[in-house]
């Protein structure tokens, strides 16, 4: 197999990298950020949805456009304006920080439908390889960041800024992606987001409802390890270590799927991974759970609870192929959200308790229904679908 086929997409996927490590600067920096801008239960539960929601929907809102007009500027556009979230640490008061975590959070959201949709246009016969290609790309940016903000700390956030421009555009040249992920405008009539979903509109609510409550403990784990680890002594550049390890354990699942994944079996994903996510949730909250078997949990927990999430992005897209993007957003953004906004109340509620690491306990009960709710998903995959080319179709299944 060429090199040269691969190029794109790793180009791609390495600013996906870039991309997420400017998402989760923020991660190490929960506890000081409650400190300096006193947040109470309510203002933390307030940060945590002004940090998450943008992004979430501004993925939705880009997904539904490009699937109506192919978008491929975003994938300059977007990591330019991430940048911006290297300026959290010199943000002079809450304002400020808010606004700059809501641009920088569009500019997030703007990236990833366009260049979700590019990944799997890049390998058409291979789908779900060049989406893990593209996540594993992310999975190192979200593992990154953390240890380089907990380097670094806050005030340094600055100068990563102009390494960051300078590496989007070198890659977009090296891997020319302006050229190879463009997509030909659709002649004819533009689809509306009825016919996007294929007028399936209560399946898409239901796969959302699932997606969103898998990733409750994703969108929680980073604060509430940073406030435990805060609260047992360690230092900022220890949080930002056990944030890496946590997520650079999920980049090492999903660099399994890469390579170990057989095309069909993403429902049956999406049903044992949050369901073998819990006994470990189950350990994790108990208070006096040493630090050692703390941080080894995060391992497993890593690998099930984010090394299998190109299984939902791509099940997504063959569930609804005539809007690969509208479905890319959906389980990449959206989801997000919608388990942001449930995980916020109540990580800020334990956190301002004094009993943070108990929070785990209260995000068992969203793994359990969406382990359970995915048995009633449709089955689709190989078996189900053929794959066509974007080429050959109007429909974006492999853009």
């Not at 903000?149 to 990563?160: A, F, P």
Request: with cysteine.
């Amino acid at each position: 197999m060429s090199s040269s086929r691969y190029l794109p997409i790793i180009c791609l996927a390495l600013t996906h990298t870039l991309v997420d490590t400017c998402a989760l600067l923020v991660a190490p920096l929960w506890p000081e950020l409650t400190r300096t801008y006193q947040l109470g239960t309510v203002g933390l539960a307030a940060v945590f949805i002004v940090q998450s929601l943008p992004t979430s929907i501004s993925q939705l809102v880009f997904g539904y456009f490009r699937d109506r007009r192919p978008l491929p500027v975003l994938l300059l556009l977007g990591p330019v304006g991430a940048v911006l979230l290297t300026l959290l640490g010199v943000a002079p008061n809450l304002a400020m920080l808010c606004a700059v975590m809501v641009v920088g959070g569009i500019c997030v959201g703007a990236f990833h439908p366009e260049a979700a949709v590019a990944a799997g246009r890049m390998l058409p016969e291979e789908r779900t390889r060049g989406v893990s290609i593209f996540m594993l790309g992310g999975s190192l940016g979200l593992a990154f960041g953390p240890l380089l903000s907990g380097l670094i700390g806050s005030d340094g956030l600055i100068y990563v800024g102009p390494c960051v421009l300078l590496a989007v555009f070198l890659l977009r040249r090296v891997g020319r992606l302006d050229v190879t992920a463009a997509a030909p405008a659709k002649s004819g009539p533009k689809p509306t987001l009825h016919e996007m979903l294929e007028g399936r509109l209560f399946l898409a609510v239901f796969l959302l409802l699932i997606c969103a409550l898998r990733l409750v403990p994703n969108m929680a784990f980073n604060a509430v390890l940073s406030f435990v680890l805060d609260g047992r002594g360690y230092s900022l550049k220890e949080i930002g270590f056990s944030q890496t390890l946590l997520v650079g354990a999920g980049g090492f699942g999903t660099w399994l799927m890469v390579w170990r994944f057989r095309a069909g079996r993403e429902r049956a994903f999406l049903i044992a991974s949050p369901l073998a996510g819990i006994p470990l949730l189950c350990i994790l909250g108990y208070s006096k759970c040493p630090t050692w078997l703390l941080l080894t949990l995060l391992v497993p927990a890593g690998m099930l609870l984010w090394g299998t999430m190109p299984a939902m992005v791509s099940y997504s897209q063959q569930l609804f192929p005539s809007g690969a993007g509208v479905a890319s957003a959906i389980t990449m953004g959206l989801a997000w959200g919608v388990g942001g906004l449930i995980q916020a109340p109540i990580t800020a509620w334990f956190q301002k308790a004094g009993m943070p690491q108990q929070a785990f306990y209260a995000y068992i009960p969203c793994l359990a229904i969406a382990g359970l709710g995915a048995w009633f998903l449709p089955v689709v995959g190989a078996e189900s679908h053929s794959v066509k080319s974007a080429a050959d179709s109007p429909a974006p299944v492999n853009e």
